[in-house]
């Protein structure tokens, strides 16, 4: 099976990727697509060739890099990476990359996840359960976002799924935690959520700037 979301561009996907296996070997290759993104979901191949629009994709994103960033790299935490890490996980037969993905120290050291090296050198990717991943909604991928990635996230262990969905407002942001049976959404103290993983809570908050676009602050308190 195959999801193509732009039907004006094409994706040629070689016929030896027919599982997750292939799919890792299609994806460190030389011929594997810079845009667009593409998974690989539960014996499917999905792809979304749409852009990523600027103020409820982009700019929300770019606010979680920073602020994050900057929380994980003076707590000395892990790592958290931006989009273009390829996540593998083989019980929850899925490869893609998220919007973003934290994982930490401890996870490292008790290899929960294993990094992958490339076949021309450097570590591409990361196999295993990281602590965290972020998701913001775009038109092409509610369904994978919101349904598929949560099913397959918690499949794959990955204690905290952070969704945003800027589309419309007021914006959502959602701290899913996982339980016994499935993610659960984190309830709000004093207007933040809380988030076991980094051990703080966080609000984000949308306003505009001095054009008049939307612009985005993910504020941190103990």
Known sequence: MITVINETQQVRIPQWVVDLESFRRWADAADFPEEGRIWYLKGGVWIDLSKEQIFTHLAVKREFFYVLTGLVKAGDLGLFLPDGLLLSNVEADISGKPDATFVSNTSLREKRVRLVEGW????VEMEGSPDMVLEIVSAGSVRKDTVLLRQAYFEAGIREYWLVDARQGPIRFDIL???????????????????AVFGKSFRLDQSTNALGHPDYTLAIST
Do not use: E, M
């Not at 021309?120 to 570590?123: A, C, I, S, T, Y």
């Open 120 to 123: 021309d050198g450097g570590f």
């Open 177 to 195: 935690r996982r339980s016994a049976k499935g993610y659960i959404a984190t309830r709000k103290r004093d207007g933040r959520l809380p988030s």
